[in-house]
Each structure stands twice: as C-alpha cells, then as structure tokens.
C-alpha cells in the first residue's frame, strides 16, 4: 500500500513539530464495506452484545488519540513501556480504542505521540498496517488541549472528529454518540470529582459549563476521555486562543479549557452516560481493570493446551507459545506471549511477554516484559528488562 511525506511544521513558540513519516491509504477501488470487513477488530474487542452500530456514512470521520503521557502513576512499568501498550484482559490498552473506532466507522486515525512514541508508532504499524494513520509529535507534555493543537495541521477542514485519549476503555451507547447532531462527549458520575474535568448542567440538563479539576465541584459528572467534536475549525481556534492568552489549568493547557470556551460561543455540547468506565492509569485500577474485563464473556482464553502438571483457574488470558509447567495461575490473570513460569503461583495479576518465573508466588502485581524473578513471595509492580532473585 502507498505511502507519501507529509510536510514538516514546527511552531516557533512551544517548538512543535508535526510530522506523518508515512499515511496509509485506501485504495479508491475498496469500498467501505470491503475495507471494514478487512480491518476487522483483534481477538476480544470490547463490544456490547446484540448492539448494532451504523456508521456516519455522510462525513469523512477522523479520530485523534494522544498517546504522549508518560504514565508517571504506573512507573516504574512505564519508565520503558508506555501505558496505552500495557496489556489488559488480553490485549494493549490502545487496540480497545483503535479496534472500537474502526467498528464506529472512522476511517483516519492521528495519533499525538511523545513518550517512548518510537514504541507505540511500531505497534500500531504491525499490528494495522492498513490503517489510514499518520503520527504527530508532541515534543512537550503541555496538556491534553496543547496535544490535540500539535495535531491542527491535519485536523483543520476536518467534518467530525472523534478524540479518545489512549489510555480510556468504556462500554456505552455508541450508536447514540455516533448520530448526535452536536458535538458531544462521554461522561460518568465519580465519587471524587476534583481529579477530572468535570460538567455543569442547566435546570434543563443541558451542558452549562466544563471545568477542569475543579477545587470546589459543583457537579460529580466527569468527562472520560472520549469527545464527537462536530465544530473542528471552532476547537481548533478555541485552543489556539488559550495557547495565546496563556490560559492554563494546573499549569496545563487543557482540552477542556478548549470546550469551554467552545460553550462560551455558543456552541451545544450534549453529555451521554457510559455504562462503564475502566480506569487503567494506577496500578491498582489496572489489576481491576483487569479482573472485571475478563469476567466478561470472550475475554479470557478458552481454548488452551494442556500444561505440564498445572491448574488453570478461569478467568485468565494467556498468549502464545507459553511454556507453564508445575503452576497454579488465576483466577485474573492475564499474561503475554512466549513467558515461561515454572513451580509458581500467580493470580490477580498482569504478566509481560518473555517474562520468566520461577518458584514465586505473586497476587496482585503487574510484571513488564523480559523480566525475570526467582523465588518470592510478594506483590510487585515490576518493569521491563529487570531482573530479581531472592534465594
């Protein structure tokens, strides 16, 4: 499949620089149906049973997914592995978002990178290499609003645009997001809103006001991490206005100081309730994540060989080509491929690819990749490329 250079643009004042090394492109001759039906989602995406979904078949849709943080809430996994490739219930974190926006109808994909960016740029080449995608750098971490204005190069004229941060998983009602005649956000209630973007609503329940980590909230309905903005040219000139004026929230330039904004000139937001929202971004939450994921039904691994004197306890996910041997692994337990465990115990927890254990016992831990640890009995959050003995 062809490829082109998209020009360089670097921005004088916070030194952006935007790039695409390479766009994959349909071919005019595949017809959406044809290109859906090739791409479809990896092994266990995340989709509500009996739930139909009818994409926008009047706008070209294009989704943003920043992928830039640096997870600093689960160093020191992410010091060498960036939190949206981190593996949950089977699978990195980023391929829920791009596997559920493929079902939606989204048919280019930019992804703001930063952060070990090398690493998610060659996941999502492998693993989609028919995507339609290009890759933007986001050479400082400025905030959520500054990521998606790195991007504004390849987002201006855009019809609709989906933005869905990287490290966001959630069940909802997608069909309705899909056909709302206004822009439109995912939102649910929390029982401490002073960690998110939070919105207000009038005596009608419609948006009135969204405000970052609010010190004193007015409202428990957070923002997500997942947006349908209709009005591209509007955000866009939205977040370069508060980039000018130096509005900040938390030192940050947030999106949704953006949205406000947005709100300020009118424009109609509309707030859709997900059913569920699956925090990934402490280690803790990761592991519920984790757990609750593979209790759904086409999560876990059902068709497994036998391993030599071991007991599998269901729910678990397990790649390929692991070598498992005089273990005891589950329930929760999800781990990557070609990892070996020999004489251990391992439940509630997250294994990397290529790690190797021996003679432990682990219960909630997350284990990085290549990582090696022989005789222990505790709970770990381990990166990558390490290796503990504890004989």
Not at 120 to 146: A, M, S, W
Not at 228 to 241: G, N, P, Q, S, Y
Not at 353 to 370: C, F, P, R, T
Request: aromatic content about 8%; charged content about 20%; overall charge negative.
């Amino acid at each position: 499949m062809g490829g082109r250079t998209h020009p360089c643009v670097t921005d004088k004042q916070f030194g952006q620089m935007i790039y695409s090394p390479t766009i994959s492109t349909i071919h005019p001759a595949i017809q959406p149906s044809t290109y859906f039906n090739k791409m479809k989602p990896e092994k266990h995406s995340l989709l509500p049973i009996n739930v139909k979904f009818t994409p926008h078949i009047n706008a070209i849709m294009k989704a943003i997914i920043p992928v830039a943080g640096a997870g600093t809430q689960l160093r020191p996994l992410t010091y060498t592995q960036p939190k949206p490739l981190i593996p949950v219930a089977g699978k990195p974190i980023i391929s829920f978002i791009v596997d559920r926006l493929l079902m939606l109808g989204v048919e280019e994909f930019i992804f703001v990178i930063g952060y070990l960016g090398d690493k998610i740029k060659e996941y999502i080449e492998q693993h989609y290499p028919d995507l339609n995608k290009q890759f933007v750098l986001q050479e400082h971490r400025l905030g959520t609003g500054h990521a998606i204005w790195s991007a504004r190069e390849v987002l201006r004229g855009a019809d609709e645009l989906f933005i869905f941060f990287g490290d966001t998983i959630v069940e909802m009602d997608f069909d309705e997001m899909i056909h709302s005649p206004t822009s439109c956000f995912a939102v649910k209630k929390v029982a401490e809103p002073r960690g998110f973007g939070i919105v207000e609503f009038d005596p009608q329940d419609k948006v009135k006001r969204v405000v970052e980590k609010p010190k004193i909230p007015m409202s428990n309905m957070a923002m997500v991490g997942l947006y349908k903005i209709r009005e591209v040219d509007a955000l866009l000139a939205a977040l370069e206005h508060n980039i000018a004026q130096g509005i900040r929230s938390e030192s940050e330039f947030a999106l949704t100081d953006g949205l406000m904004r947005m709100i300020e000139q009118g424009i109609p937001f509309k707030a859709i309730q997900v059913n569920n929202w699956y925090d990934c971004g402490k280690k803790e939450t990761l592991l519920e994540t984790n757990a609750l994921l593979l209790d759904k039904a086409g999560y876990a691994s059902s068709h497994l060989p036998e391993y030599d004197n071991s007991i599998i306890i269901q729910p678990v996910s397990i790649g390929k080509d692991c070598r498992i041997s005089n273990a005891i692994i589950g329930p929760h337990v999800t781990i990557g491929y070609n990892a070996r465990i020999e004489s251990s115990i391992v439940k509630e927890s997250i294994i990397g690819n290529y790690a190797s254990l021996n003679e432990v016992v682990l219960k909630n831990s997350v284990i990085g990749n290549d990582t090696s640890i022989t005789g222990f009995r505790q709970s770990l959050n381990i990166g990558d490329n390490t290796e503990i003995d504890f004989r």
